[in-house]
Each structure stands twice: as C-alpha cells, then as structure tokens.
C-alpha cells in the first residue's frame, strides 16, 4: 500500500521558518510528480507547491513564491518544504501528494489529478 507521512509542522511565531518532511513508501518515488497543497478552515484545498521527478522543475502558488522552497531527495523517498517568513495566513493543514508523471515536466497543479495524498501536518502562524 502507498504511503505518505507527513512531519515538521507546529505552532510559529509570525516572521519565523518551519521545515515539512514527507516520507514515502510503497510506490516508485523517481516517477512521480510531488506536491504540497494545504487547506485552512471553511476553504478549499489549495496548491502550495510542485517538483518533477528529477527535481529539475518546481512550481510555486505566487503567495508563497520567494518565501517557501521544495526540494526533493529520491534515494530516500522524501520531498521537504522550507517555508520562511511565515505569515498568519499561512496557517493551515498541509498535505503531501503524488501523482505520477511521464516525464520531467509537471503537467498539473490541481489537487484532483493527485492519485496518492498524506494525512496532512497542521501549520499554526501566530501575530
């Protein structure tokens, strides 16, 4: 069975960093797509931010381009989000995801194409 576990969420001051891990087991990592989407109370779920399969492509939601990086590390299964500059709009539970991909180039952006998802870590931004 795949899974995808989520860690590294909190409670953070407004201004501060936080780092998501996501481990995966049951699928061949290198051929998917990764992605982080997140969804606060009362709001659907939002994309965050996408990697190829190599890593050699990533994508950003422009409320968090410059302050958030992805990364991905496939000999252990694992894709990371560091997320700097935390605003209190960020708060929100954060989900890992994966779909699998033909090539390098990252085709879609929306939750709905994603065939496999975590079980979400809360992220908590205070003022």
């Known amino acids: 069975q795949v899974q995808l576990v989520e860690s590294g969420g909190g409670l953070v001051q407004a201004g501060g960093s936080l780092r998501l891990s996501c481990a995966a087991s049951g699928l061949t990592f290198s051929i998917y797509t990764m992605g982080w989407f997140r969804q606060a109370p009362g709001k659907e779920r939002e994309f965050v931010a996408a990697?190829?399969?190599?890593?050699?492509?990533?994508y950003y939601a422009d409320s968090v381009k410059g302050r958030f990086t992805i990364s991905r590390d496939n000999a252990k299964n694992s894709v990371f989000l560091q997320m700097n500059s935390l605003k209190p709009e960020d708060t929100a539970l954060y989900y890992c995801?994966?779909?699998?991909?033909?090539?390098?180039?990252?085709?879609?952006?929306?939750?709905?194409?994603?065939?496999?998802w975590g079980q979400g870590t809360q992220v908590t931004v205070s003022s």
């Open positions: 995801a994966a779909d699998p991909a033909v090539s390098d180039v990252v085709t879609t952006l929306k939750a709905g194409n994603y065939d496999h």
């Open positions: 990697i190829s399969r190599s890593g050699g492509r990533t």
